[in-house]
C-alpha cells in the first residue's frame, strides 16, 4: 500500500519560531510537493522538488524553505513563523512524467499563536 | 500560467440522485491532463478520476464520469447513484503535460443528504 506520512496531524507554535514540517513517502517517488490548504482558496503550490537536492518554487513560496536531502524525505520550513502562516499543510509525492497520480499525505494543521 | 476554476462553494444531493460538479479552466497549452480529487472529512486526498485533453472519450470510473469539453475549457465531474460516502470536497486540478506540477480549484463541498 502506497503511502504518504506527514510527521505530525496538528501542530502549535509560537511566532518567530523555526518550524519544520517532515515528509516521508515509501513509494520511490521523483516529485514532491508541498501544498497550502486554506478556506475558500483550495490549494496552493509552495515548493516542489523533481529530484534530490532540486527543488522549485511554487506560487506562493514567501516566508517558506524546503530541503531533500534524499529521495524518500521533503521538508517544509518556515524560517520565523507568523500567524499568517497558520493553515493545513499537504505533502504529496508522484512518479516523474505527467498523468501520473499524486499521492498525499494526511495534512498537517499548523497552528501559530 | 494555468488557472482552475470552481465556481460553485458547495452543493447538496440527495441520496441515490446525481449531481454535476463544474469545473473550468483556462490554458494556452494543448497538451495537458485533468483531474478530480476527492478529499473527505478524513483529509486524505484520493484520485476519483483523471482526463487525458488528448482524448476525446470521456473518462469513466464506476459512477463518477466526466463531461470534458476541450474547446470550451470545461471538465465537470458527474456522481451518479449518491452514497453518503460521497460527502466530501472535490477539487478539479491541471497539469501540463511538460512537468508534474498540479494546479487545483478552489474546492466545492458536497454534501449528500440521507
Known amino acids: 500500500d502506497v503511502k504518504v506520512t506527514q510527521s505530525s496531524r496538528y501542530l502549535v507554535k509560537r511566532t518567530g519560531e523555526k518550524v519544520f514540517l517532515e515528509c516521508v513517502q515509501d513509494?520511490?517517488?521523483?516529485?514532491m510537493f508541498w501544498y497550502r490548504q486554506d478556506p475558500g482558496l483550495g490549494l496552493r503550490l509552495i515548493y516542489f522538488?523533481?529530484?534530490?537536492?532540486?527543488?522549485e518554487k511554487g506560487d506562493i513560496p514567501e516566508g517558506y524553505s524546503v530541503s531533500r536531502e534524499k529521495k524518500e524525505r521533503f521538508s517544509l520550513i518556515l524560517e520565523s513563523a507568523s500567524t499568517n502562516q497558520t493553515s493545513m499543510y499537504l505533502c504529496?509525492?508522484?512518479?516523474?512524467?505527467?498523468?501520473?497520480?499524486?499521492?498525499f499525505g494526511q495534512g498537517t494543521r499548523l497552528t501559530v499563536v | 500560467a494555468q488557472t482552475v476554476t470552481q465556481s460553485q462553494p458547495e452543493m447538496s444531493v440527495q441520496e441515490a440522485e446525481t449531481v454535476t460538479l463544474s469545473c473550468t479552466y483556462d490554458?494556452?497549452?494543448?497538451?495537458?491532463?485533468l483531474f478530480w480529487y476527492k478529499q473527505p472529512p478524513s483529509r486524505q486526498m484520493i484520485l476519483v478520476i483523471r482526463?487525458?485533453?488528448?482524448?476525446?472519450q470521456n473518462a469513466t470510473e464506476n459512477r463518477f464520469s466526466v463531461n470534458f469539453q476541450k474547446a470550451a475549457k470545461s471538465f465537470s465531474l458527474k456522481i451518479s447513484d449518491s452514497q453518503l460516502g460521497d460527502t466530501a470536497m472535490y477539487f478539479c486540478?491541471?497539469?501540463?503535460?511538460?512537468?508534474?506540477?498540479?494546479?487545483f480549484g478552489k474546492g466545492i463541498t458536497l454534501s449528500v443528504r440521507p
Open positions: 490554458t494556452s497549452e494543448n497538451n495537458y491532463y
Open positions: 522538488s523533481y529530484d534530490v537536492k532540486m527543488k
Open positions: 504529496a509525492s508522484s512518479l516523474r512524467g505527467a498523468n501520473t497520480e499524486a499521492f
Open positions: 482526463q487525458e485533453a488528448y482524448k476525446q
Open positions: 486540478a491541471f497539469m501540463y503535460y511538460a512537468n508534474s506540477k498540479l494546479t
Open positions: 513509494m520511490d517517488h521523483e516529485n
